[in-house]
């Protein structure tokens, strides 16, 4: 088990930019895949972006590829969404959230044992 601490949301302008970071605590860091979803009221929490245990393999959702990025570093046990060309539907909170396992499909929430309290995002028009 990992705890996880989200940092970088704010307000920021249509077509801005904003880095997302989230730290872990654990002794075993590199063995987690770590995972980006986001959430709006009154709907289902969904997946944005995910990196692997190598850190070879990364997967986007249709609504942001292309306009966001997901990098690790391991010796600081954190991981980073660097979110470019933002637009208003990309506000909500956004969580970061940790997985042991090896999956096939990681768009679900059922991978995913450990997250964040969140972090809000807010993109103006």
């Known amino acids: 088990q990992v705890q996880l601490a989200e940092s970088g949301g704010g307000l920021v302008q249509a077509g801005g930019s904003l880095r997302l970071a989230c730290t872990a605590s654990?002794?075993?860091?590199?063995?987690?895949?770590m995972g980006w979803f986001r959430q709006v009221p009154g709907k289902e929490r969904e997946f944005v972006a995910v990196?692997?245990?190598?850190?070879?393999?990364?997967y986007f959702a249709d609504s942001v590829k292309g306009r966001f990025s997901i990098s690790r570093d391991n010796a600081k046990n954190t991981i980073y969404l660097q979110m470019n060309s933002l637009k208003p539907e990309d506000t909500a909170t956004y969580y970061c959230?940790?997985?042991?396992?090896?999956?096939?499909?990681?768009?679900?929430?059922?991978?995913?044992?450990?997250w964040g309290q969140g972090t809000q995002v807010t993109v103006s028009s």
């Open positions: 990196i692997t245990q190598t850190g070879g393999l990364t």
């Open positions: 654990g002794r075993t860091f590199s063995s987690y895949a």
């Open positions: 959230a940790a997985s042991k396992y090896r999956v096939a499909n990681w768009v679900t929430k059922t991978p995913y044992d450990d």
